[in-house]
Each structure stands twice: as structure tokens, then as C-alpha cells.
């Protein structure tokens, strides 16, 4: 007996201490996704990019707001937002324990608002998305006039856009023939 007691002090302890202790992680873990608001932009490209549909988007343009929406109930941890994130507003942390008492503890919510178009007002993108825009556009090194002119391209919706490309373009010689 004390022989077996001494070979089980030597090999020491083959399990963790969790829960009673933390948990370690190896690096680039991936657990409970962390989102920064104020870093976002509200592009959508992490709802797009979504395998199980855990991100989603809403676009409410008679409000003139986008929400964005992450429930963890339905994330499988993927690592896919994190990378198509322009400005890292998501994150994938090492926190693992995610049990809650409450289901809609597991849902996380945030809002934006959409940017009115300069021709005719109707909301149709997020401000913060056309600034970060034209924040590229400067940081590439382009003349102030150039991101002036482009800035105007990003406050219009499509639908301006498309009436003015419309206007500009002139009837081709062969449809003035035959209407003569």
C-alpha cells in the first residue's frame, strides 16, 4: 500500500484544477467573439461571411438605422468575421465559458446610422462606412480636391447615381435616324 502511495506522489497530477482554477488556452484560441463598436463601420461583411448565420444585419432606411446583431447561441467559433473585419472590430477572445441563465443574455446588439444621400435624402449607407471611405482615400495620398469630388460619389444612392448616369449619357446616332 505505501508502495502504491509513493509511485502516486512521484507521477503527480494528470488533470487540471478547472474549474476551481482558470483554465489555460493555447495562443490564437479562438473563443467568444468580441465586439467593439465603436470601431465598426457597419459594412456587413462579417454577416455575410457568417457559416451558421450568427451575425445579422438589418437595414431600416425608413428609420435611417442598421443593426447589427451576434448570437452566441448560434456561433461555431469559426474565426471568419474576425478576418474579414476592415477596421477589427471584431475580435475572437480566449473566454470559453459561455453558459447564462438567460438565452437572450447570449444576444448582442449594436446600432448605426445611415447617411442621407446629398441629391435626394434618402438614407441608404452608413455614415460611418462612407467615412472610413474617404478616410482610405486620403491615407492614400490623393489631392484634397480628388477626395472632395469622391466624397460626393459616396453620399449618393445608387439609384441617384444610376438617374444621373443615365442623363449624361447621349442618344447613339443610329436611334436619331431612325426617329427623324
Not at 502504491?4 to 474549474?19: D, R, V
Not at 446583431?69 to 471584431?90: D, M, S, Y
Request: aromatic share 6%.
Amino acid at each position: 500500500m505505501f508502495k502504491l502511495l509513493k509511485i502516486i506522489a512521484k507521477a503527480g497530477e494528470a488533470t487540471e484544477k478547472y474549474p476551481f482554477a482558470p483554465m489555460p488556452v493555447s495562443p490564437g484560441f479562438r473563443g467568444k467573439p468580441e465586439f467593439t463598436a465603436q470601431q465598426c463601420i457597419a459594412c456587413a461583411a462579417c454577416a455575410v461571411a457568417c457559416p451558421p448565420n450568427a451575425l445579422t444585419v438589418k437595414t431600416n432606411t425608413a428609420e435611417g438605422r442598421r443593426t447589427w446583431a451576434l448570437n452566441l447561441g448560434r456561433c461555431i467559433f469559426c474565426g471568419r468575421c474576425e478576418e474579414v473585419c476592415p477596421t477589427r472590430a471584431i475580435t475572437l477572445s480566449p473566454d470559453f465559458e459561455l453558459a447564462v441563465g438567460n438565452k437572450n443574455d447570449l444576444l448582442q446588439q449594436a446600432t448605426f446610422t445611415l447617411a442621407s444621400c446629398v441629391c435626394c435624402g434618402t438614407p441608404f449607407a452608413p455614415a460611418k462606412e462612407i467615412e472610413y471611405a474617404v478616410a482610405l482615400m486620403q491615407a492614400s495620398g490623393l489631392p484634397e480636391l480628388e477626395v472632395e469630388a469622391t466624397r460626393t460619389q459616396f453620399a449618393t444612392c445608387p439609384d441617384c447615381k444610376r438617374k444621373a448616369a443615365l442623363a449624361s449619357i447621349e442618344p447613339a446616332q443610329h436611334l436619331r435616324k431612325g426617329n427623324a
